[in-house]
């Protein structure tokens, strides 16, 4: 700037400096309100949607309910202390209810995306300048981990009256911070889907292959020590497990996540190494998707 | 200036060319029509121009800025109205127009003006709270035009606005057209209604295959091509033996040109006169000849003449060879971003 200027006498030149900072400034200040209108306008459409065909929502919470319902009452008359720690079965399968729930919640965040790409409402977005097509993603992230969290809080209301427990204060804590990240990371990968994939169909196969493998692979249903050793692997190595030890530890206890949580063929993991392992995870997705979205998106 | 400004715009989809070199130059204030069969490449030109597509190579300038370095200033500047109306079924009318009003940043004041005064002026306040699932293809298209005009653009952009409209949709958005050309808006409007882009251009183009073929107002483009088109039948059903034969005939009279028999019209023929009065001695001639004359009627030529007359066929022909080689699916996947 004082380049540009250099003709002018010095308080001029000062004069101008700062003038033009406070411009870049005014500038910044407006983009990140013009960003903050764009993104709350998309979301706001979303719960608009949710709000008016609310079924998916009901579906939502009461599929895992039902999970909890029936699958926690499979075990209940099993023999005590089978699971690790002497946890009752309803206990047990809580942590994995609320993971699976939040995860295949995630999972469907591409569908509307795309429906909007299918139907040409994304044009619409996409003609307008908006500030930055990124508030299209940011919309649905604060969408999906809205929802997550309304359906975490159901499934652990019921699970308390059931008599599965509560997290308590410093464990609820860990649970939303350990669902959020999961949220991240699975939302990145289905928007990043919903760009890939060529329609709706695609992308609901995809979920359809995706969803209960994952669950099964997983410690969802039963601790790493019931499974063979190829099955005890791929558990050990699934990313949801990394969502539900930490939550099942809030669950059982007074809470250390310096504590071992799981127990893997290549060795012991505590609670800070899982939310570390779910961090590099959804920064490695962010990073591995950005492309995609941004070649897609401009 | 022109406000829009195409240079050498070429674009593929694989080895389809839909653009060959398009050129486009649009004055300020003018309503422009863009007339061409489907699958011309008039979408395609719109789809660069709002910045959805970036063509394989050519130069873009709307308002003065480059569309293809400069995008998102572009994008302020234009409304752009789509083909297929893109409305979010769940949401009202009013709040699709609050959404849009939010993705181009006006603030609340300016939100509830505008969107109040297009409510009045497109009368949709009768429905505008209803949900958009429910509304008719003419409810649809007036709001999404009103989408497209909330930001008061300087340059408007409308992909076939009417089509599959009824007669009275169809005549409030062409007034609405004029009046907001008379505003001083630019516009752009492609069509492959003869009469749309009669009724409403102030100057046109003919795309056909990728390229502009013919330019100028649409008075400019029929008096160019000179003389009365006439129709003469010597019966009300000849057999294609007899029309060639008064076609042998009449190409014999002075002052008459380009005679076509017309298989689709029952094998009447077309043909293009100089003068007036060269119609009584055709009359004459075919008289003498001892045929009858069933009809013979004159007109003036029409723009269906000036695409003819381009292309060497007529606009429906042209709809009807593409429309067997077109893969719409393909072309919605296309267009899907």
């Not at chain 2, 409007?189 to 795309?207: G, K, N, W």
């Not at chain 2, 295959?209 to 039948?233: C, F, M, N, W, Y």
Request: glycine share 8%; with cysteine; net charge neutral.
């Amino acid at each position: 700037m004082l380049k540009k200027h250099k003709n002018l006498s010095p308080p001029l030149t000062l004069l101008v400096e700062v003038m033009t900072n406070s411009t870049i400034k005014m500038m910044k200040i407006n983009s990140i309100a013009n960003l903050n209108q764009e993104t709350l306008a998309l979301t706001k459409r979303l719960f608009l949607q949710l709000i008016r065909r609310p079924s998916t929502l009901f579906a939502g919470i009461l599929q895992p309910l039902i999970w909890l319902i029936l699958f926690g009452a499979l075990f209940s008359n099993a023999p005590e202390g089978l699971l690790p720690g002497g946890m009752n079965y309803g206990t047990f399968l809580g942590a994995g209810v609320i993971v699976f729930t939040a995860f295949s919640g995630a999972l469907n965040a591409g569908l509307p995306v795309m429906f909007d790409r299918e139907f040409g409402f994304l044009n619409r977005l996409l003609v307008a300048p908006l500030e930055s097509r990124n508030s299209i993603i940011f919309s649905s992230i604060i969408y999906i981990t809205s929802i997550s969290i309304l359906q975490s809080l159901a499934i652990m209301f019921t699970a308390s009256f059931l008599g599965y427990g509560w997290p308590g204060i410093g464990g609820l804590f860990v649970v939303v911070i350990t669902l959020l990240i999961l949220v991240f990371a699975v939302t990145a990968l289905s928007l990043g889907l919903a760009f890939a994939l060529p329609g709706h169909i695609e992308l609901i196969a995809v979920i359809f292959v995706v969803n209960l493998p994952l669950l099964f692979a997983s410690t969802a249903l039963a601790p790493i020590s019931f499974m063979p050793s190829w099955l005890g692997w791929l558990a050990a190595v699934n990313p949801l497990t990394f969502a539900i030890e930490p939550i099942r530890a809030a669950y059982s206890g007074p809470l250390n996540l310096a504590n071992v949580l799981i127990q893997a063929p290549y060795g012991d993991l505590n609670g800070y190494g899982c939310l570390s392992v779910l961090i590099g995870l959804t920064i490695g997705l962010f990073i591995l998707i950005s492309p995609l979205l941004n070649r897609k998106l401009s | 200036m022109h406000v829009i400004d195409t240079q050498e715009l070429v674009k593929s989809y694989g080895p389809v060319k839909a653009l060959k070199g398009l050129n486009l130059q649009i004055p300020k204030g003018c309503l422009y029509g863009l007339l061409g069969p489907n699958g011309a490449g008039k979408t395609t030109t719109l789809r660069i121009l709002c910045t959805l597509l970036a063509p394989d190579s050519g130069k873009v300038l709307i308002a003065g800025i480059n569309a293809l370095q400069d995008p998102r200033s572009v994008r302020k500047e234009i409304g752009y109205v789509a083909q297929e109306v893109a409305i979010d079924k769940i949401l009202s009318g009013r709040e699709l127009l609050q959404l849009q009003a939010d993705l181009y940043h006006l603030n609340n004041l300016e939100k509830e003006d505008r969107i109040n005064k297009l409510i009045a002026r497109l009368q949709m306040s009768e429905w505008i709270d209803r949900r958009c699932g429910t509304y008719s293809g003419g409810m649809k298209r007036k709001l999404d035009l009103a989408a497209g005009l909330i930001h008061k653009p300087k340059v408007l952009i409308l992909d076939e606005p009417t089509v599959g409209l009824d007669i009275e949709s169809r005549s409030s958005i062409w007034q609405l057209i004029k009046e907001l050309r008379d505003q001083g808006t630019t516009i752009l409007i492609s069509s492959h209604y003869l009469e749309e882009i009669e009724f409403l251009s102030d100057r046109m183009a003919i795309i056909d295959d990728g390229r502009v073929i013919a330019e100028g107002s649409p008075e400019h483009l029929k008096q160019e091509l000179g003389g009365d088109r006439v129709t003469l039948k010597v019966r009300e059903f000849s057999s294609q033996d007899e029309s060639e034969k008064v076609k042998q005939l009449v190409q014999s009279v002075e002052g008459v040109r380009q005679v076509v028999v017309n298989k689709s019209q029952g094998y009447s023929l077309n043909l293009v006169i100089e003068k007036e009065e060269v119609l009584n001695r055709l009359r004459n001639k075919v008289l003498e000849a001892e045929y009858q004359v069933f009809t013979l009627t004159q007109s003036r030529p029409s723009l269906d003449d000036v695409y003819l007359q381009a292309t060497g066929r007529t606009l429906m022909d042209a709809e009807l060879a593409v429309s067997t080689q077109r893969d719409l699916k393909k072309e919605s996947k296309q267009s899907m971003r």
